[in-house]
């Protein structure tokens, strides 16, 4: 009849912590990966957004710096030397 040979219990404890310990790990960058797809979408989103309002407050008041502090505004001046 064969022997088994078996490690410490001391030993097999560690090796099942560290196990668990690294597949929470695994599973927390997994759920980041997540979130950050999903802000990725939200900035890109969001990029869209205020490049329409952009479009449309130049439309309406041509090219210009907004102070967003206040709301005042000054003309952007387009250069036509060249």
Same mark, same amino acid.
Request: aromatic fraction near 4%; charge should be negative.
């Given at each position: 009849?064969?022997?088994?040979?078996? &490690?410490?219990?001391?030993?097999?404890?560690?090796?099942?912590?560290?196990? %668990?310990?690294?597949?929470?790990?695994?599973?927390? &960058?997994?759920?980041?990966?997540?979130? %950050?797809?999903?802000?990725?979408?939200?900035?890109?989103?969001?990029? %869209?957004? &205020? =490049? =329409?309002?952009?479009?449309?407050?130049?439309?309406?008041?041509?090219?210009?710096?907004?102070?967003?502090?206040?709301?005042?505004?000054?003309?952007?001046?387009?250069?036509?030397?060249?």
């Amino acid at each position: 009849m064969e022997v088994v040979k078996q &490690i410490t219990k001391e030993k097999l404890e560690k090796i099942v912590t560290q196990q %668990k310990n690294l597949q929470t790990l695994l599973t927390n &960058i997994g759920v980041l990966e997540s979130q %950050k797809h999903g802000f990725l979408h939200q900035l890109g989103d969001l990029n %869209k957004a &205020i =490049e =329409e309002f952009k479009g449309e407050l130049e439309a309406e008041y041509g090219a210009i710096n907004i102070n967003v502090e206040d709301g005042s505004y000054t003309d952007i001046e387009i250069s036509t030397e060249g």
